[in-house]
């Protein structure tokens, strides 16, 4: 049986971005402060199969660029 498909369209499943935190520690950033200034509460990684906003994996993208 296929999973649904996200409730809008173009999303991005949140598994994607687990390796996000580790990766930021590494390099010295807090990941929860990370989060709490992009507005995005890091309890949605308690549920990984969520589906996020393309727009706002984007946004996470080029913050991390930064």
Do not use: T
């Amino acid at each position: 049986m296929s999973e649904p498909a996200p409730p809008y369209a173009p999303s991005i499943k949140l598994r994607s971005f687990l390796q996000m935190a580790p990766y930021l520690a590494s390099r010295g950033v807090s990941p929860l402060e990370f989060f709490k200034r992009l507005g995005i509460s890091p309890n949605i990684f308690q549920n990984p199969d969520i589906w996020l906003p393309r727009q706002a994996c984007f946004h996470i993208a080029n913050e991390m660029a930064r």
